[in-house]
């Protein structure tokens, strides 16, 4: 999973195991648990909801002015991480934050219990030095089995989009490869 993706995969993997079935791979694509894997902010902080709400009134208010194209703001573009397509429409932008502020509010009431299973935490080489620190200890906190870091060229972003997915999906294959290695098939 990838982003809010890996921390749905990281809960589905739980009630997976609580029920009994095997889990073998948890693979999180810059995910964490608990805390914003762009700002690094942890997820009850509130504030980068806070954000994401000012965010969406001012869009509002630029949407009742008849503006459509936001590429030049850069506090709506510094907040979605430098991922604003180019030609975007703001009504669609604003679907977009509105998810994010949802996934937002959602991790912020999330409380991870410690995962049994190894763990696999594909991590952005692009990111802040900082925020990748914080991503892996707080994952280090939650992983009672294994928890393997690959590092992958790119962004929060870029690691999905041509040509950098390309690396991303061949590091998720290599893990998976050596998992089976490691652990034959049953």
């Not at 892996?136 to 040509?163: K, M, N, Q, V, W």
Request: proline share 6%; charged share 20%; hydrophobic share 40%.
């Amino acid at each position: 999973g990838w982003s809010f993706g890996g921390v749905l995969a990281y809960e589905i993997a739980q009630q997976l195991i609580t029920n009994g079935a095997a889990v073998e791979f948890l693979g999180l694509i810059d995910a964490n648990p608990v805390r914003d894997s762009i700002s690094g902010k942890l997820a009850s902080d509130g504030s980068l909801l806070g954000k994401f709400t000012e965010a969406l009134t001012e869009i509002d208010c630029k949407l009742a002015a008849g503006e459509t194209d936001l590429q030049a703001d850069d506090n709506l573009y510094g907040l979605m991480g430098h991922s604003i397509a180019e030609g975007v429409t703001a009504k669609h932008l604003r679907q977009i934050m509105e998810v994010t502020k949802g996934n937002l509010a959602a991790v912020a009431n999330y409380r991870p219990v410690p995962y049994t299973g190894s763990i696999d935490l594909f991590q952005p080489q692009d990111s802040p030095i900082e925020v990748q620190k914080l991503l892996h200890t707080d994952l280090c906190a939650f992983a009672e089995g294994p928890l393997r870091l690959h590092p992958i060229p790119g962004d929060h972003y870029s690691i999905l989009r041509s040509p950098l997915v390309a690396n991303t999906a061949r590091a998720i294959d290599n893990a998976r490869i050596n998992l089976l290695l490691i652990r034959p098939p049953r």
